[in-house]
């Protein structure tokens, strides 16, 4: 029998996935025990400082297409349609309720060797890491700190942090603040050289970061020929699978195989945990998966994963990075002439 776990810095992972859980859709409190099903670590619904966020969740809007574009139904079955659009929101709750709640959860997975994770999404600095400290204070043992959501340009209550300088300085306040707690920082996809804000992230004390946040898009809509939900929107979903595969390989070439890498963005089942894993990340989170194909989700996650490992022998931690360190040069390929076949043949006439 292979071994799942996975390591984090100092921390022991049963598993290597994680996710958000359904507090994002639902903000209450029983559904997260549901949640973990087999998970070692749920991150919970994100928080901050400001009541124009808590209010963002009930103007949140979400669909799923398919690859016509066609909106699908949201039935909580998987498996998933492969492209989401969304305009999500912070948890409509008070800061100190949720932070209490959160904490109560967090002790209670501790009984089940798994983790309840708080979640600040950064608007003022000093307000975060003022709610970083109260996580700590209640006891959570791991804080996910989300400078990289897709919203920032669209909404002023949250922010994504695209230079190096600016993920130094936010970083290294927050370290400062929560000292006792993991440290997770999640970073956007949006620059031109994600590595370089892990390294920023990795040097100012965060003990992992998690990558890659989703891209912004608009979809016109052909019947109301208005963008689809109204507004730009988080573009996620399968197809981002290899831009976050790419990213966490870059990272692990650019900070070294010993730094964690999580993953997030694209991965949907057991299959796509691996390859992440491939791409150099230790763990991996798994949110539209579960929001949108069910609980169930989990579970068939953590068999897929398993059966792939017993097919290769292998326990997860070898495959860390397996992929990300075979990556070849362009110019170490053969010269095969493969172009040939992948032009209509009347050009070849
Ligand atoms: C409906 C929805 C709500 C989300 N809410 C949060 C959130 O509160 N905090 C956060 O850090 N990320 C949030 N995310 C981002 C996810 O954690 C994840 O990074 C992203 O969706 C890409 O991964 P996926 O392909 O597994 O969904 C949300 C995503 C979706 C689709």
């Given at each position: 029998m292979t071994s799942l776990a996975t390591q984090i810095g100092t921390l022991r992972l049963k598993i290597p996935s994680s996710l958000l859980p359904v507090s994002t859709c639902r903000p209450h409190p029983a559904s997260v025990p549901r949640s973990r099903q087999g998970a070692a670590v749920v991150i919970a619904k994100s928080t901050n400082e400001t009541a124009a966020a808590r209010l963002q969740l009930e103007q949140a809007e979400y669909r799923l297409l398919d690859e016509n574009w066609n909106v699908q139904p949201w039935t909580f079955r998987a498996p998933v349609p492969p492209f989401v659009l969304s305009r999500s929101g912070l948890i409509g709750r008070e800061v100190d309720d949720w932070v209490a709640e959160i904490a109560a959860l967090d002790a209670e997975a501790a009984k089940q060797n798994a983790y309840v994770a708080g979640s600040v999404i950064l608007a003022d600095l000093d307000a975060g890491v003022e709610i970083g400290r109260k996580f700590q204070r209640a006891g959570v043992r791991i804080l996910e700190f989300n400078i990289g959501t897709p919203y920032g340009d669209e909404a002023s209550v949250v922010t994504t942090e695209r230079s190096a300088e600016r993920v130094a300085t936010v970083v290294r306040a927050m370290r400062q603040g929560v000292d006792r707690m993991a440290?997770?920082?999640?970073?956007?996809?949006?620059?031109?050289?994600?590595?370089?804000?892990?390294?920023?992230?990795?040097?100012?004390?965060?003990?992992?970061?998690?990558?890659?946040?989703?891209?912004?898009?608009?979809?016109?809509?052909?019947?109301?020929?208005?963008?689809?939900?109204?507004?730009?929107?988080?573009?996620?979903?399968?197809?981002?699978?290899?831009?976050?595969?790419?990213?966490?390989?870059?990272?692990?070439?650019?900070?070294?195989?010993?730094?964690?890498?999580?993953?997030?963005?694209?991965?949907?089942?057991?299959?796509?945990?691996?390859?992440?894993?491939?791409?150099?990340?230790?763990?991996?989170?798994?949110?539209?998966?579960?929001?949108?194909?069910?609980?169930?989700?989990?579970?068939?996650?953590?068999?897929?994963?398993?059966?792939?490992?017993?097919?290769?022998?292998?326990?997860?931690?070898?495959l860390i990075g397996h992929a990300a360190d075979a990556v070849q040069s362009f110019a170490e390929q053969p010269a095969n002439g493969s172009w040939r076949h992948h032009v209509p043949p009347q050009t070849l006439e």
């Amino acid at each position: 029998m292979t071994s799942l776990a996975t390591q984090i810095g100092t921390l022991r992972l049963k598993i290597p996935s994680s996710l958000l859980p359904v507090s994002t859709c639902r903000p209450h409190p029983a559904s997260v025990p549901r949640s973990r099903q087999g998970a070692a670590v749920v991150i919970a619904k994100s928080t901050n400082e400001t009541a124009a966020a808590r209010l963002q969740l009930e103007q949140a809007e979400y669909r799923l297409l398919d690859e016509n574009w066609n909106v699908q139904p949201w039935t909580f079955r998987a498996p998933v349609p492969p492209f989401v659009l969304s305009r999500s929101g912070l948890i409509g709750r008070e800061v100190d309720d949720w932070v209490a709640e959160i904490a109560a959860l967090d002790a209670e997975a501790a009984k089940q060797n798994a983790y309840v994770a708080g979640s600040v999404i950064l608007a003022d600095l000093d307000a975060g890491v003022e709610i970083g400290r109260k996580f700590q204070r209640a006891g959570v043992r791991i804080l996910e700190f989300n400078i990289g959501t897709p919203y920032g340009d669209e909404a002023s209550v949250v922010t994504t942090e695209r230079s190096a300088e600016r993920v130094a300085t936010v970083v290294r306040a927050m370290r400062q603040g929560v000292d006792r707690m993991a440290l997770w920082v999640k970073l956007t996809g949006q620059s031109e050289n994600v590595a370089a804000l892990a390294h920023a992230a990795k040097q100012a004390g965060a003990d992992a970061v998690v990558m890659i946040g989703r891209p912004l898009g608009m979809l016109p809509d052909l019947e109301t020929m208005r963008p689809l939900i109204n507004t730009n929107a988080a573009y996620g979903g399968r197809w981002a699978l290899p831009l976050s595969c790419y990213w966490l390989a870059k990272t692990r070439k650019a900070l070294g195989p010993q730094y964690p890498l999580i993953g997030t963005n694209g991965a949907q089942d057991g299959q796509d945990v691996a390859r992440m894993l491939l791409a150099g990340a230790s763990a991996v989170e798994m949110c539209t998966a579960v929001l949108a194909g069910g609980f169930g989700v989990i579970h068939e996650t953590i068999t897929q994963l398993e059966r792939y490992l017993d097919g290769k022998k292998l326990d997860a931690t070898a495959l860390i990075g397996h992929a990300a360190d075979a990556v070849q040069s362009f110019a170490e390929q053969p010269a095969n002439g493969s172009w040939r076949h992948h032009v209509p043949p009347q050009t070849l006439e």
